[in-house]
């Protein structure tokens, strides 16, 4: 048993539902409980399309356990397959029905329906949606290319050079992130390197189209917690090459297209090189003319620009699945300028990549999916900018911290009306806007830390976002996010504008009473002149002086913090 209240993934039945939503002609009937279609809103509400998902229940209640709840199963078969005539079906179980064992791919394969029926065995005690999306995609495609496969050992014959190299698309799904406007950028990028899109999959894919597969030179492994396991077996299969790098960020697709240009022998040396056009020039009134030929990515230009040298060394967290978290970081690290203060992912098969970007970085990752683990990480990283999914979302509202999101898990805000793809060119300028958005512009950044009693502009604020000053993050190392009564009182003391310092002072003396108080934490207290110096550091990155300061005490047994504790802690940390 594990206490949940937020879970990163779905069960493993969603991500079935998610390709067999991405398709058209694949119908799945799912043995589940009355209740369970609540998973249909996800796709009519957060992605908002236009009808339900392709998915039949068979909603069995309470009082159907004592009868033939297998017969239910045959039925619901039955019906979808009249109503709907679907080219394939799959067939699963959710949670509760897996306790039940009615076996319904076993009942319905028994049912010889004209069509190819699949059956799911998605473990839903054990993984989760992303798990059972890349299972449901690698069976349905086996399924029907089994009778196909290269004879082992034979290679595929070479290509026809008079020919545009094919490549598929592997991976992108319905409710994926940002899936919809990547799939176009990639067609972009492989047009204009001459590459020919064959088949993308799943997403808009029908059964028909899963059979020409192996008509392509190589697969595009986009998104590899859905993909990895169906392009492994179609390399073993069709020796398909895999290509690799997903294109999130200006490097990194300029490592796609080197990456398609050896696996498929062309030469992208053109491509390559109008991506490294400088974009500075592009002011030029001429340039801007329709005819000009424009850099690839504004973003190398936007992140040169003076404007961006306040971000420089910007403490960011990074967490999300894998393949975003990675992405995000190269981005963060060698685009933008920023410091990774943390990264992690939830994605638990993918945990050794990421750990190696960690170490690279001097950090241990975080490989989990408990929030509350995650809330720890991030508070005691104390960043200035938090990249993640929904949840860091909250959990940097409540720290006070600016935040992005990058990955699933999602609101129904990330599938936006706008293009708004991640990858590609036009990927990395909306990376760009997103991720700087949240922060504080340089000019308010600067004049906050200069003038720090003015009426409006106070600390925290952000005019830009029209946000009231929040409570900055100034919790201990290891201490809950939801503060203590001590610690609010003290943040509220540290944070407070609107009184006189002796009052404010007053207040922490008060607040440092309460966290005396807290024998068990052990924590120093502050001196009210301590107090006031703190309160002289830009609140964004107070949160972690606060922090390196009170471990320096404790190391030292220095039970009252004063300005000279600060300083001396500042002095040994370098902060
Ligand atoms: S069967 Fe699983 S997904 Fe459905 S309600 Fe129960 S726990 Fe949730």
Redesign the pocket.
């Known amino acids: 048993m594990e206490l949940t209240l937020w879970t990163y993934e779905?069960?493993p039945?969603?991500g079935a539902m998610r390709v067999a939503t991405s398709m058209e002609g694949v119908h799945y009937v799912l043995h589940?409980?009355q209740?369970?279609t609540?998973?249909d809103l996800l796709f009519t509400m957060i992605e908002r399309r236009d009808r339900r998902p392709p998915v039949s229940y068979t909603t069995f209640q309470a009082r159907d356990l004592g009868g033939d709840t297998a017969e239910m199963v045959k039925t619901s078969v039955r019906e979808a397959y009249e109503r709907f005539k679907p080219q394939v079906m799959l067939v699963g179980e959710?949670?509760?029905?897996e306790l039940i064992q009615d076996q319904p791919g076993s009942l319905a394969k028994s049912m010889n329906l004209p069509i190819p029926v699949v059956s799911l065995d998605l473990p839903?005690y054990s993984k989760k949606e992303n798990w059972g999306a890349s299972e449901t995609l690698y069976h349905l495609v086996r399924s029907l290319l089994l009778p196909h496969v290269l004879a082992p050992g034979s290679k595929r014959p070479a290509r026809d050079l008079e020919m545009r190299p094919k490549a598929n698309i592997i991976g992108p799904t319905a409710l994926g992130f940002r899936c919809r406007d990547d799939i176009q950028e990639v067609l972009k990028l492989l047009a204009e390197i001459g590459v020919e899109a064959n088949v993308i999959a799943p997403l808009g894919a029908t059964p028909d189209d899963l059979m020409r597969i192996p008509d392509a030179d190589f697969n595009i492994c986009l998104y590899p917690e859905i993909a990895q396991t169906t392009c492994d077996w179609l390399k073993r299969s069709f020796d398909q090459p895999i290509v690799t790098t997903v294109p999130i960020g200006v490097g990194a697709t300029r490592d796609f297209i080197a990456e398609i240009g050896e696996v498929a022998g062309i030469d992208v040396s053109r491509a390559l090189a109008r991506s490294k056009a400088d974009t500075l020039g592009n002011w030029n009134a001429a340039r801007l003319s329709s005819s000009a030929a424009p850099g690839a990515s504004r973003l190398p230009w936007y992140s040169r620009s003076v404007d961006s040298t306040y971000l420089t060394g910007k403490r960011v967290f990074i967490f999300g699945d894998a393949t975003h978290a990675i992405a995000a970081a190269r981005i963060a690290t060698e685009e933008l300028g920023f410091t990774l203060v943390g990264i992690g992912t939830y994605s638990r098969k993918f945990a050794r990549q990421i750990r190696e970007v960690a170490k690279q970085h001097g950090l241990e990752a975080v490989i989990s999916d408990d929030y509350l683990a995650v809330e720890t990480a991030v508070a005691e990283a104390a960043p200035e900018l938090v990249l993640g999914t929904q949840m860091e979302r909250h959990i940097a509202k409540r720290l006070g911290i600016p935040c992005a999101v990058i990955s699933t898990p999602i609101h129904v805000q990330d599938v936006p009306a706008r293009y708004s793809p991640q990858m590609g060119w036009e990927g990395a300028n909306v990376i760009f806007d997103d991720w700087v958005h949240p922060l504080m512009m340089g000019l308010e950044e600067h004049l906050i830390g200069m003038f720090r009693e003015d009426f409006e502009f106070a600390e925290g604020h952000m005019s830009h976002l029209h946000t009231a000053p929040h409570a900055a993050p100034l919790q201990s190392a290891g201490s809950p996010i939801v503060a203590s009564g001590s610690e609010m009182a003290a943040s509220a003391a540290l944070n407070s504008e609107s009184k006189p310092m002796a009052a404010a002072s007053e207040d922490a003396a008060e607040a440092n009473g309460k966290i005396n108080g807290d024998t068990e934490t052990g924590a120093a207290s502050w001196s009210p002149d301590g107090i006031a110096e703190l309160k002289k550091i830009p609140f964004f990155v107070r949160g972690k002086v606060k922090r390196n300061t009170e471990k320096f005490a404790s190391d030292r047994g220095i039970t009252a913090i004063t300005v000279d504790t600060l300083y001396e802690a500042k002095a040994a940390i370098g902060q």
């Open positions: 779905g069960p039945h969603v589940a409980p209740g369970d609540y998973a959710s949670c509760t029905a839903a």
